[in-house]
């Protein structure tokens, strides 16, 4: 089996959890996960069976989310799964207020990832650290938010906001939470997180666990092909006799490169639709060829 699932994960699982059912359902050893998410946290998590693993990198890195934000609480966990570490009532926050802090959270900016996520500091997971009661300096990173819509504001002691947050990779939801209510100087943490689309896979389009199992009893599972997945990138087809020497490892010329960039990953085709992998295209002196990233 080739390709990838889009998998709705539930609360309560950890993306590694859900990697291990799918093993056991669809009975295959060769599984990964493209862009973890919390275990709190439901939604679109895209799953590579099979060689398909080996197309991960290549996936769509945009990411977008439901989230919902409670003001008036800071955690240790920059969510409410963790210990409350402060907590009062912020009735007077108005939508106003919340609106513009909000516009500090659109574009590029640095970000410090939470002190319990996944992130690896001197060969170790800081949520490892911090359960340790170790204190490490966590790296700051740039991110990129796109887009923040806000659905709904929830007024009271202890106020929430929904928000609509369009992402790059590596974007940390709950860090938005615990800097907003920074920059309010009121507290914030995240009290609910749907991912809605991630590797290009939408939420509308995802199979929870249940019904997976379900596909998989009926026999008609099946799984999404490589080249649905990787529509975001440019392709190239060769002739059944180039297209062999590229599946050989072989450099093969190509002189058309309208449309196409040097360097950057393309699918490679044979004549008939055949996926055959990854290249790239490189000007060698005067020559532009294709040379084989991953074969299949």
């Known amino acids: 089996m080739l390709g990838f699932l ?11 959890d859900c990697v291990a059912r799918v093993r056991r359902l669809l009975q295959m050893k060769r599984i990964g996960h493209g862009g973890t998410l919390d275990p709190a ?12 693993t080996r197309l ?5 890195s945009q990411k977008a989310y439901k989230a919902t934000i409670q003001l008036g ?4 966990t920059d969510d409410l799964e963790g210990d409350i570490i402060t907590s009062q009532p912020v009735s007077y926050l108005s939508l106003e207020q919340v609106t513009t802090a909000l516009q500090q959270f659109q574009g590029k900016f640095e970000q410090i990832p939470p002190r319990y996520s996944a992130i690896q500091v001197q060969g170790k997971r800081l949520y490892d650290l911090a359960r340790a009661g170790e204190n490490v300096e966590i790296p700051v990173r740039s ?7 806000i659905l709904d ?23 938005i939470a615990r800097d907003l209510g920074r920059v309010l100087q009121t507290g914030g943490t995240l009290a609910k997180l749907i991912r809605t689309q991630s590797s290009g896979f939408h939420l509308a389009d995802s199979l929870t666990l249940e019904q997976l199992a379900s596909q998989v009893e009926q026999d008609n599972f099946q799984p999404i092909p490589p080249p649905q997945a990787l529509q975001h990138l440019g392709s190239i087809t060769l002739p059944a006799e180039i297209a062999q ?5 072989q450099k ?40 084989p990233q991953i074969v299949f």
């Open 6 to 16: 889009n998998l709705n994960k539930p609360a309560g699982f950890t993306s590694h």
């Open 41 to 52: 946290a439901t939604g679109v998590l895209p799953i590579a069976l099979g060689k398909a």
């Open 56 to 60: 991960l990198q290549f996936l769509q």
């Open 73 to 76: 609480i800071t955690t240790t």
């Open 143 to 149: 991110v990129e938010v796109f887009q923040i819509d």
């Open 153 to 175: 504001w929830r007024p009271g002691d202890f106020p929430q906001i929904e928000v609509a947050i369009a992402c790059g990779a590596g974007t940390y939801i709950r860090a």
């Open 245 to 249: 020497k590229w599946c050989q490892g």
């Open 252 to 291: 093969v010329p190509y002189n058309t490169t309208e449309g196409l960039s040097l360097n950057s990953p393309l699918q490679v085709y044979q004549e008939g639709e055949y996926f055959l992998g990854i290249g790239y295209l490189i000007a060698i002196d005067t020559e532009t060829k294709l040379i």
